[in-house]
């Protein structure tokens, strides 16, 4: 079974630092880009990142210079290293893997394009 579970969420003061993981099984990441999204209710899911099967990453001016995302492979799991967090990064954050119908290696531009989702972990910045 293909899945994507999301660990390391939980409540930190506005400055403050958290590290999400993406922890994949039922499949092969090594060959896979993985997106980071994340979400309000009632809001558009925002990406927030991606990191391409090889490593490159790409983000959003919004969390430019703020987030980072890594890869280990070995451990099938990707890792959204956040920083210097406000507390408009409050929301639900996801990771998925781009469909594989399109170049599941490379980071699709648009959230329809991710096929598969994590169940997601709540973030909350707040003193």
């Known amino acids: 079974q293909v899945q994507l579970v999301e660990s390391g969420g939980g409540l930190v003061q506005p400055g403050g630092s958290l590290r999400l993981s993406c922890q994949a099984s039922?499949?092969?990441?090594?060959?896979?880009?993985i997106g980071w999204f994340r979400q309000a209710s009632g809001e558009e899911r925002e990406g927030v990142g991606c990191?391409?099967?090889?490593?490159?990453?790409y983000f959003p001016d919004s969390v430019q210079g703020r987030f980072t995302i890594s890869r280990d492979n070995a451990k099938s799991t990707v890792y959204l290293q956040m920083s210097s967090l406000k507390p408009e990064d409050t929301d639900v954050y996801y990771c998925a893997t781009p469909r594989d119908d399109g170049f599941p290696y490379l980071c699709p531009k648009s959230a329809s394009d991710f096929g598969t989702w994590g169940q997601g972990a709540r973030v909350t910045v707040s003193s």
């Open positions: 039922g499949f092969s990441l090594d060959h896979y880009a």
């Open positions: 990191i391409t099967s090889d490593g490159t990453t």
